[in-house]
Antibody, heavy 118, light 106 residues
Framework: QVKLQESGPGLVKPSGTLSLTCSVS?????????WSWVRQPPGKGLEWIGE???????YYNPSLESRVTISVDKSKNQFSLELKSVTAADTAVYHC???????????WGQGSLVTVSS | DIQMTQSPSTLSASVGDRVTITCRAS??????LAWHQQKPGRAPTLLIYKASSLKSGVPSRFSGGGSGTEFTLTIGSLQPDDFAIYYCQQYSAFPWTFGQGTKVEI
């Protein structure tokens, strides 16, 4: 069974860079899927951040595109998220996920809370 | 962006009740709609895709319907394990968007 697990710092300073990694088990990161990030600010709904295909194609939410980078590390079967110039509005639970080619999200990670605060 | 609007935001119900959640899209998404369930502190899970297809292993008391801009998720007989938050998600047009969630509580 596919499992995804987020990891990374739980606290980031304003104007800093948020970095998270998603470790994938039960599947290869080189499989025919899109590997995605979705976030959920406290008390709010879900926001799709972006996605990557194993050979490097990426798509980002236009609302975040100028600050986001998603990358893949095939040797570790992981993919990562970087969000630059963060503010308190970026405080959220960040989920990684696997989506089919038509972008149906099938599997989710439990999520990692990242707080932006000095 | 396609806006997804769920109603109600909160639904109070009892074990055994039949409950229905509605999700409306700001433009047609054909049947490219999924429903996800989220319990506190746990990963969300996919319940239904293509508006009405039940994911393998999901109890048959869950059903989905609709097309175009209006969709429903129905739980035929609410069980204790079903108290959770439910989200709709469109995967018809980029960027993929979600409803704000419906909390089903006792």
């Amino acid at each position: 069974q596919v499992k995804l697990q987020e990891s990374g710092p739980g606290l980031v300073k304003p104007s800093g860079t948020l970095s998270l990694t998603c470790s994938v088990s039960g599947d290869s990161i080189s499989s025919d899927y899109w590997w995605s990030w979705v976030r959920q600010p406290p008390g709010k709904g879900l926001e799709w951040i972006g996605e990557i295909y194993h050979f490097g194609s990426t798509y980002y939410n236009p609302s975040l595109e100028s600050r986001v980078t998603i990358s893949v590390d095939k040797s570790k079967n992981q993919f990562s998220l970087e969000l630059k110039s963060v503010t308190a509005a970026d405080t959220a639970v960040y989920h990684c996920a696997r989506a089919q080619r038509e972008r149906l999200i099938e599997y989710w990670g439990q999520g990692s809370l990242v707080t932006v605060s000095s | 962006d396609i806006q997804m609007t769920q109603s109600p935001s909160t639904l109070s119900a009892s074990v055994g009740d039949r409950v229905t959640i509605t999700c409306r899209a700001s433009q047609s998404i054909n049947r490219w709609l999924a429903w996800h369930q989220q319990k506190p502190g746990r990963a969300p899970t996919l319940l239904i895709y293509k508006a009405s297809s039940l994911k393998s292993g999901v109890p048959s008391r869950f059903s989905g319907g609709g097309s175009g801009t209006e969709f429903t998720l129905t739980i035929g007989s609410l069980q204790p394990d079903d108290f959770a938050i439910y989200y709709c998600q469109q995967y018809s047009a980029f960027p993929w968007t979600f409803g704000q969630g419906t909390k089903v509580e006792i």
